[in-house]
């Protein structure tokens, strides 16, 4: 679900709610879900990442290398979206 969103994302950004982070996930529940957000913040608006989901995270998986490799994910996948705009010449 996050690749398909990077991939159509438009580089804008999505501004300072998250309601664009709960249509998105709309049709997820439990930790599918609270992963989803995660991986969509950290991809699109990571300075709207925050306790209250990292707690929510956690409460699926307690280990820190669980959210690192997500936001690790995320980040560079949205990374490879944004350097397919480049033009090499």
Known sequence: MVKAYVHRWDGKSPGIGRGWVEEATQS?????????????????????VDEELIREFKSYYDKDACLLNIVSWASFTASRRIGSWLSYR
């Open 28 to 48: 997820l529940t439990g930790v599918d879900k609270t992963v989803s957000k995660v991986g969509l913040l950290a991809a699109i608006a990571p300075y709207q």
